[in-house]
């Protein structure tokens, strides 16, 4: 029978393949204390399910009320396989701070770079998108949609010139 691994050498394996360990902090706001501390068990869960996660493990602290509104924040400590995944929860999730604690260096090829940047570009996309759905008109909404085909297209092009 096969050894379990302890966290520490889960960790210390990933790291050794290009990891990251970084501790994550997220702010959530509900109408109830209950509502709040549910809602960031389900969100930590969630991060545990992310591509490229290993593990996710957060603390709670107390909500707190003001106005008729309670927040809390977690302390999440997240493994992930590779940097791209540390950037890709920052930008789906938009934490309130993200702290690496291992390795002590990143180190990226241009290729893994190049990609972030476009996932980064990607997401403020349909982040875009979205307040513009929400607010333009149907006329609006489909000039919109005839720039962005025709932003896909250049992109394409760049990318055969480039090849």
């Known amino acids: 029978m096969e050894k379990k691994k302890s966290v520490n050498e889960i960790t210390d394996e990933a790291i050794g393949q290009g990891g990251y360990?970084?501790?994550?902090y997220f702010d959530l706001h509900a109408k109830t204390s209950d509502e709040v501390k549910?809602?960031?068990?389900?969100?930590i869960s969630k991060?545990?399910?992310e591509p490229g996660v290993i593990y996710a493990v957060g603390e709670i602290d107390?909500?707190?009320?003001?106005?008729?509104?309670?927040?809390?924040w977690a302390e999440v400590k997240l493994l992930a396989r590779d940097f791209a995944t540390i950037v890709r929860v920052s930008s789906l999730y938009s934490p309130i701070g993200v702290e690496i604690l291992r390795p002590g260096e990143v180190k990226?090829?241009?290729?893994?770079?190049q990609g972030?940047?476009?996932?980064?570009?990607?997401t403020s996309l349909n982040f875009t998108r979205m307040i513009m759905e929400r607010v333009l008109s149907k006329e609006e909404v489909a000039s919109y949609e005839v720039k962005m085909q025709q932003r896909a297209e250049l992109g394409k092009k760049l990318l055969e010139k480039k090849q």
């Open 21 to 24: 360990l970084a501790m994550v």
């Open 38 to 43: 549910n809602v960031m068990v389900g969100f």
């Open 47 to 49: 991060l545990t399910k």
């Open 62 to 72: 107390q909500p707190v009320e003001k106005e008729g509104v309670f927040s809390t």
């Open 108 to 113: 990226l090829t241009l290729g893994e770079a």
């Open 116 to 122: 972030m940047l476009l996932d980064v570009s990607q």
